[in-house]
């Protein structure tokens, strides 16, 4: 990787990432604070980390080690800089990816063990493979009882579309509507599946270069 690249991906230090994303982290850092770890040697997370975001922070302050914490990245470059410098196990897929999500899942059933945190900070708009990562989640039952999960997805964000009317029901639709979708038809599939006792939106804005993105954080605690 050029060093300009690594320096766009690693080096921003903290407090440059911080200044950066101070109205995201004023958000995500007291959402994460909240999660409850009991037993941190039986609490696994599944993130999409970077190399200065607050998550591995949270985590490690609450004690949870970080062979207990998957990370997942599409970008091959930014997976092998996170893998070296990281320090927790990271796999280089696309999460939207079926294939990926349900290696992670097969992971964690061999190991007999499911998600205190799945929390996807995909950034981009909500998509159709979003909504395919959701219903596996929900029927593997990858997530704890009492787990969390945190979804965060940007309104103005670019994605590709096959058709305009993608983009435009995908900006319009909220994304507790995809929550409450997958969730009521992997119910449906499979009664044992776990409603949710509460879901919560939160909204924050970030400036990147020129332009302002509006991002919604979406907290669903079973
Ligand atoms: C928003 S960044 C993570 C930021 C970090 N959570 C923080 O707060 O600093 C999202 C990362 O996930 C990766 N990513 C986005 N969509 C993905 C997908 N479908 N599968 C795997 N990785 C993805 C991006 O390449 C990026 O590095």
């Known amino acids: 990787m050029s060093s300009r690249r690594e320096d766009r991906l690693f080096k921003l230090g903290p407090a440059a990432r911080h200044r950066r994303c101070a109205g995201k982290d004023a958000v995500t850092v007291p959402v994460l604070e909240s999660v ?22 949270v985590l490690a302050r609450k004690g949870v ?9 599409k970008d091959l470059a930014t997976f092998r800089c996170m893998r070296r410098r990281l320090g927790i196990n990271m796999l280089h897929d696309a999460l939207s990816s079926d ?8 992971i964690m059933a061999e190991m007999g063990a499911r998600f205190g945190l799945i929390y996807l900070d995909y950034f981009g708009q909500p998509h159709a493979e979003h909504v395919r990562v959701l219903r596996h989640i929900f029927l593997r039952k ?5 787990g969390i999960l945190l979804l965060t997805f940007g309104k ?16 319009s639709v909220p994304v ?29 804005k970030s400036r990147q270069g020129p332009s302002e993105h509006e991002y919604v954080l979406t907290e669903v605690k079973f």
């Open 142 to 146: 990858m997530l704890a009882e009492s």
């Open 65 to 73: 080690p970080k062979s207990n914490i998957w990370g997942i990245e």
């Open 176 to 204: 507790r509507h995809y929550v409450d979708t997958v969730l009521r038809q992997c119910r449906k599939k499979d009664p044992s599946v776990s409603p949710y006792k509460t879901l919560r939106e939160f909204r924050y």
């Open 99 to 106: 294939k990926s999500i349900v290696h992670v899942a097969s």
């Open 36 to 57: 409850v770890v009991r037993s941190p040697k039986t609490f696994y997370a599944l993130l999409m980390p970077c190399y200065s975001g607050p998550e591995l922070e």
């Open 156 to 171: 103005n964000r670019s994605h590709r579309y096959v058709a305009r009317i993608n983009q435009k029901l995908s900006t």
